[in-house]
C-alpha cells in the first residue's frame, strides 16, 4: 500500500502535463453550463434547486467521463511503459488502484469547479444545500463507476480511441437498462427476478434518488461495489493482455 | 544467483521459450545471444516477472518470480526492450517517481537521483522532457532507472541497440563498472559486444539452449580457431600448405594473394605455415593467427549446423 500514493500523484500530474486536463475541465464547465441554463430551464423552472444541472449528468458523462479513462491503461500499453509499470515492485492492486484514483480525483476537481453554480442558486433563493451536497456526493460517484469502467475498458484496448467507444457503449448500457425498452426486451422470456436485476443495475434510478437528497446505504455500496468490480477486472484484463 | 529451471513459455501453441535451463553466479556478466524472435526477451520478461511462464520456475536470489514477486523485483534493475519511458514527464520527475516506487523519500531520494544521473550523464538534459529527447539520452534516462536503486541484478535488454559507437562504448563501459559483485544479463544480437563485456555466453534459438561458455570458448568452436591468415605479395604455394600437418584446409579470401589456413580441431599450425613460408622464401606482408569468429560460431549454431 505504500507505494499507492506515488501512482496516483504521478497518474494525477500526467493530466496536467498535456492541454488533456485543461480542455476537459473547460469542455466539462460549458457544457454543463448550456445544459443546466438552457436544456434545463433552470430560470423558467423558478426553483432555488440544482435538479436541472445534476439531471444531465449522467449524460454528460457518457462522453466526457470515458475520455479521461481512455488513457489510464492503454497509452501504458501502446508506449510500452507497461512493462516498466508492471516490473517495479509494486502490486496490481496498487497500480489499478493508484491510476483509477488519479482519475476519479481529477474528475472529482472538475466538479468541485462548479460551485460558482451554488453560489449563484444560493444568491437567487434559498435551496436544501443539503441536497446540493448530496447531488455532489451522487454525481462524483456516478463519475466513478463510469471511470472504472473506462479503466477496464482502456486496458481492453491498446488504441485510446476504441477504448474510448467501447466505454461509452458499456455506460450506455448501465444506463439504460432500466428503461422500459430494454427491460421489456426481457420481460417476454426472461424470469422476473433476472428483469428485476437489470432493472436494478441502472445508474439513473440510483443516481436520481442520491441527487434528490436521498442517500440509501444500498446506493452508496451500490456504486462502491461497482466500481470495486470493474477495478478487479481490470487487473484480471491487464494481466491477460499485458504482453500482446 | 539466478536460477532458471525448465523455463518454457507458449503463446497460442506457439513455443517461445523451450524449457530453458541455466544458473548465473554474481559476478558474472552473462550475454543472451540469439538471432530475432529466439525468445530472448519473452526470457527477460518472464525473469522480471512480467510473463507468468507457462511452465518451470525462475528464482532471483532465492525468491521465486512467481511466488515472491515482489521481493524479486525489489533485487532487479530492469530495462525492458526500446527502453520506455513517461515521455510526457521530465528526466528528472521520472527518476524521482521511480525511486519513490523503489520506496526512497526525502534527501534519500534525491541523492538516488542525483547518483544515477551522474553514472549515466544526464546532467544537461535534467530538466527536459523525456519525447523531446535523442535515442541515445532516452536509452541511457532508461539504464538510469535500472540502476537508480544499485539492484544486485540488472537485466538489461538490448542496452546499445541503435547507440552510436560512442554511446555504445559509454554504455559497455557503465555495464563493466557496476558488473562487480552483481549478476548482469545483456541480451543482444551484436557479437563484438559479447567479447567487450561478458564473461560468459548463452546462445539461444527457438527457446533452445545452444551453447553455453565463455566468449572464448565460443569461439574456439569456430572452424577459424587457430587459423593463420596470410597476406602475401606473390601467389602462394596452396597445395603445400594444405600438406602440411593439422592443417584441415585452404581457404581463399576476398583480398589479392591472401588465404587462411585452417586447423584441425586442437591443433596449433602457426609454427608449421611459418617454417613453411622461410623455407619459400615468401614475402608476407600480414600474418595471423585467428581466436576464432565469433559471427561464424553464431551462425552456424544457430542454424543447426553446429553442435
Redesign the interface.
Known amino acids: 500500500m505504500r507505494q499507492l500514493p506515488v501512482i496516483f500523484q504521478r497518474e494525477l500530474a500526467s493530466y496536467f502535463a498535456t492541454p488533456l486536463a485543461y480542455v476537459f475541465i473547460v469542455i466539462f464547465l460549458v457544457l454543463s453550463g448550456v445544459f443546466t441554463f438552457y436544456l434545463g430551464g433552470f430560470f423558467e423552472s423558478g426553483q432555488a434547486n440544482l435538479a436541472p444541472f445534476f439531471n444531465f449528468h449522467p449524460w454528460l458523462y457518457l462522453f466526457l467521463v470515458p475520455a479521461i479513462a481512455m488513457r489510464l491503461w492503454a497509452e501504458e500499453r501502446k508506449s510500452g511503459t507497461i512493462e516498466l509499470l508492471m516490473t517495479l515492485p509494486i502490486t496490481r492492486f496498487e497500480a489499478v488502484t493508484g491510476k483509477f484514483l488519479a482519475a476519479w480525483a481529477f474528475a472529482g476537481l472538475a466538479l468541485l469547479l462548479t460551485v460558482p453554480m451554488v453560489v449563484t442558486v444560493n444568491y437567487l433563493g434559498e435551496p436544501d444545500n443539503g441536497a446540493i451536497v448530496t447531488g455532489y456526493l451522487g454525481s462524483w460517484l456516478l463519475a466513478g463507476a463510469y471511470l472504472a469502467i473506462g479503466s477496464c475498458m482502456s486496458a481492453l484496448a491498446k488504441n485510446q480511441v476504441i477504448a474510448f467507444i467501447l466505454a461509452v457503449s458499456v455506460c450506455f448500457l448501465f444506463i439504460v437498462s432500466g428503461f422500459p425498452m430494454v427491460l421489456d426486451g426481457f420481460s417476454g422470456w426472461a424470469p422476473q427476478w433476472l428483469v428485476d436485476a437489470v432493472a436494478s443495475l441502472s445508474f439513473l434510478t440510483r443516481f436520481d434518488a442520491i441527487s434528490k437528497g436521498v442517500i440509501d446505504l444500498r446506493d452508496l455500496l451500490y456504486f462502491l461495489t461497482l466500481i470495486a468490480a470493474w477495478l478487479a477486472a481490470t487487473a484480471v484484463v491487464i494481466d491477460l493482455k499485458k504482453a500482446d | 544467483m539466478i536460477e532458471i529451471n525448465n523455463l518454457t513459455k507458449r503463446?497460442a501453441q506457439h513455443c517461445v521459450v523451450d524449457s530453458l535451463s541455466f544458473r548465473v553466479q554474481p559476478g558474472e556478466v552473462l550475454g543472451f545471444l540469439g538471432p530475432n524472435g529466439a525468445g530472448k526477451s519473452t526470457t527477460m520478461?518472464m525473469l522480471?516477472?512480467?510473463?507468468?511462464p507457462s511452465a518451470g520456475s525462475a528464482s532471483i536470489l532465492g525468491f521465486d518470480i512467481q511466488k515472491d514477486r515482489?521481493?524479486a523485483?525489489?533485487q532487479?534493475g530492469?530495462l525492458?526492450?526500446?527502453a520506455?519511458?513517461?515521455?510526457?514527464?521530465s528526466v528528472r520527475?521520472f527518476l524521482e517517481?521511480?525511486a519513490?516506487?523503489?520506496?526512497f523519500r526525502g534527501a534519500e531520494k534525491r541523492e538516488r537521483v542525483a547518483r544515477a544521473v551522474a553514472q549515466v550523464e544526464l546532467e544537461k538534459v535534467l530538466e527536459q522532457?523525456i519525447e523531446t529527447l535523442s535515442k541515445g539520452f532516452k536509452r541511457r534516462v532508461g539504464l538510469a532507472?535500472a540502476i537508480l536503486h544499485d539492484p544486485r541484478v540488472l537485466i538489461l535488454d538490448e542496452p546499445t541497440d541503435g547507440l552510436d559507437p560512442n554511446q555504445k562504448h559509454q554504455v559497455r563501459k557503465l555495464i563493466k563498472s557496476l558488473a562487480h559483485d552483481k549478476i548482469v544479463i545483456i541480451s543482444t544480437h551484436i557479437l563484438e559486444e559479447v567479447t567487450a563485456v561478458c564473461t560468459r555466453a548463452v546462445v539461444i534459438a527457438h527457446g533452445k539452449l545452444l551453447a553455453d561458455g565463455t566468449p572464448l570458448e565460443l569461439e574456439s568452436r569456430s572452424r577459424y580457431h587457430q587459423a593463420v591468415t596470410l597476406v602475401a605479395e606473390e601467389p602462394l604455394d596452396q597445395v603445400a600448405l594444405a600438406a602440411l600437418p593439422g592443417v584441415a584446409g585452404v581457404e581463399e579470401n576476398a583480398l589479392e594473394h591472401s588465404l587462411s589456413v585452417l586447423a584441425k580441431p586442437g591443433q596449433v599450425i602457426f609454427p608449421q605455415v611459418n617454417a613453411l613460408i622461410a623455407q619459400h622464401g615468401w614475402k608476407v606482408k600480414e600474418l595471423n593467427v585467428e581466436r576464432g569468429r565469433l559471427d561464424e560460431v553464431f551462425r552456424s549454431l544457430t542454424r543447426g549446423e553446429l553442435v
Open positions: 503463446f520478461k522480471t516477472g512480467f510473463l507468468a515482489l521481493k523485483q525489489r532487479i530492469y525492458p526492450e526500446g520506455p519511458c513517461y515521455g510526457d514527464m520527475s517517481f521511480i519513490a516506487v523503489r520506496g522532457s532507472q
